[in-house]
């Protein structure tokens, strides 16, 4: 018993003491690397900062003849970086209600302003999610020795939405004008005064000046004359949703179109994934890609509604300036394309609500319409709502309304005609279908059988009508990616039949129906 | 009795079915009729630091809300009175020079929307901020400075344009004082450098305020030619005594004389073509470099440069040969050999320190090098046996300019 005690007592020791040791070789390995911090060379020229840019709003410099002295271009590319930063804390400051990086972009008596309002908001419960959209920046003055700077910054247009309480409570968009003081301390353009100015009248440049595609009334017209848009949803059969990856191959894209445009059909619809063309800094690579999969159509006499932001679903305010660069990306580039009908700019993004927030979804869309018709004035533009109960929103800013239907081919009538009631602009069916994937698994499916009678109604319904379709889609896939329509068995499985062509190239009875 | 109980039943049922209609009316009501606002408060404008109140008349008792929007940021406010709302903006909003917009909500819907504006306050004391830069120049008119100044009020606004800036220097006999309107924030003015390099003051006033004294440092300009000259205690080439080369006083264009610290490099080229170098810096204009005197004849060319600037004309002398010639003798089987005494030009004996190399030579081959420097006027190689086994070897003898050669000496 003894024994039993005494080792107790040596393990606790032993234990204790190299306890000890471990804590006492933390400490001072703590206490050194405090004493390092701001020492090293990278910390005290801030070189680890401005690594990566996350805050894109439009910004130009319209003008930098000053007074003072000429300006260099490096100095121009600093204040626009620093100054765009300072904005960027800003928002997060009233986003978050934390002073996070606000010292760095605002001198010692600016900065107070800051703190005052955030603590302000933060008494209240009121944070603010805001961002710029774009800067017109003038430089008013530049003193001698390079340390202070003088800008106006024309037109801001700003974006909030104040949240009390976590609840939204009101969205506002702003246009003022700045005069902004910044001096450079620390390596740092520093924000030292800052006034809001009188508003001047500013016109937008949104004028549509010429457009090969526009809605009047209930049609839509292309090159002046009447367009019926008879079309189908189109992935090549080997690459679905990664159409403009490895594997790309235009020659099997010009077969496609050759079968599509033989089929009797006059459109595609085709998808831009966001991440895959390189979010805020778009991978030329693709759009080239893209440029030639346009240029085949165009060859083949297809018009093509491009689905832009596939698989984007950040929303968040301050990610909007991100998501506007890669839009004008792209779009700046084919804007004058002969193929291009519209641009679709989201895929179901109503499907976002619930995780991202109805109201962050839909001001990110009501944004970004506003933003594409800057960047291209020829072509429309619409949003691909995945069922017809969404169909309404933002009706009045996009060109045509798109839907999406899955359901019963019986009530598609009854919904179409509900809808027209609401909406007096062009309808587009822009999804639907029906897979053909009845096997043992799955006994109650349809057979292709079934699901040719399926389109043969459709047909029906649509030749009554003139409605404007794209069915989905022409092939059936061998292999579905997971965030299509997640891993699933019977959800992948049933993704693999949709097509009017099955997977070893063979035309499918719905075939025969894939137009009027 | 039971006629009467029917009666009064039926009049509570009529009674309930009239307060759910009306109810049902009312909010109807309600929800039809928009709520307005018209804004009671006068003034558009104010001073910065003063109170501001925004005061509204509503049609209905709703509970509203103000969004201001200014520039350093936003903020929502709300007050407790419901038909008539009166909002008080905050003082860090009031304090601040600017435009603000406002937006007043009932139920997230925009009821009203305008802005005010406020000034900076000029009434209250001008705070100064001073900028100047850069802070030291180059006399002769090209270069200036800038003098920026901030005038700002009591809460830190700037001043509006137009403010007049009283802007002063003085240098040397010269004060200077000139008024400018500010503009974009700011009042500023240039200040070329004068002739004469020295010291430049600045200070600035708006109204009632003083800035403090602030110094910009004038530089001379570029140093013009200059010529150089030399001192040395002989002509002699005793590699001992040192030289020293003197720049005159070295000026710029306009008469000031070169910075302390300016580099001056003196160029040597000697007869046999190579190039030595030495420095000196300017000390009360002029610079002094030294060099050692060489160990045989020789004439030096001297040119001394501030590099991409200034350069002096060439300076030529030569120096004497101080060794005629000397004496040799072998000892110990040939293995010590005793070279000296070394004469100088007096017959006296060499200062100590003077170099003899001895080459060694065996069968055409040389061998090693041998360099040992003069005590009092001699010097005494050893070769040792262990590396200079016995043989017929031959030896190059030099110092000072003067060569000797013995061949076919036999080492035991």
Redesign the interface.
Known sequence: MIKWNRNIYRSFIIISFIGLVIVMLFGIGQALSYLNTGADRTAMLHLTLNKKPVYFPKTSWNDTINPGRPIEKQTLLDIKRDYLNAWYVRNIAYQMNTIDGVADYFTKSARKNIYKTMLFNKKENVTIHGTTINHNLHLDFYSADGQLVVISDIGVKEYQRTYKEDVVLVENKTRSNYQVMLMLEDGFWRIRHMVKKNKNEILDSTQRLSTQAKVVGDNIYVDEKEFQIKGINYYPQQTPWDMFGDYFDTTVIQKDFEIIKKAGLNTIRIFVSYEDFGKETVNSTKVNRLQQVLSSAEKAGIKVIVTLFDFYGEYSVLNWTLTHRHAEQIIRSLKDHKAILAWDIKNEPNLDFDSRGKENVLSWLDEMIDQIRVFDPNHLITIGWSDPESAALLKDKVDFVSFHYYREQQDFENVYNKLTEKIDKPLVLQEFGISSNRSLLNPFGYSEKGQAIYHQKFQENIQKRDIHYLSWTLYDFIKIPNDVSGSLPWRKQKQKYFGFIDASGNKKPAFEFISE | MKIKAVYTIFLFVALLILYVLSAAFTNFLKTEESVTAKLVTKETVFKAGNEIQLTFELNAQVFT?L?L?????????SSDLLDKPKFSI?E??VN??????Y?L?YE?K?IYQS?F?IEANTTTPVQLES?????SIIAGGND???H?V?P?DTY???LPDSTAVILKHQFLDIVNERQVSSK???G?E?IFSYEESGQLLLSSQVKETYSKEHAIKVFPAFPEDFTISYMRKHRYADGNQVINFKTSIVNDQYGNSISDGTMVNFIVKNSSGKLLHTQGTIINGSAVAKMLHPDHEDTWEVKAYVYGMGESDKLSLSFAKVLEDFDVNFGKGNREIIVGPLKSFMGQLIPDGAMVKLDIYRGNKKIETKSESSSRGMVRFLLEEGFFGAGNYSFKIGSMGVHKEYDNIVIQ
Do not use: A, C, R
């Open positions: 809300e969004l929007h200014y520039s350093y940021g936003t903020v929502l406010i905050p860090f909003i601040k020079k600017g435009m603000v917009s937006t909500f997230s925009n802005q504006f900028y100047i830069g850069p802070p200036y400075t800038m920026v901030v700002t830190d606004n700037p974009d924030m700011l500023w240039q």
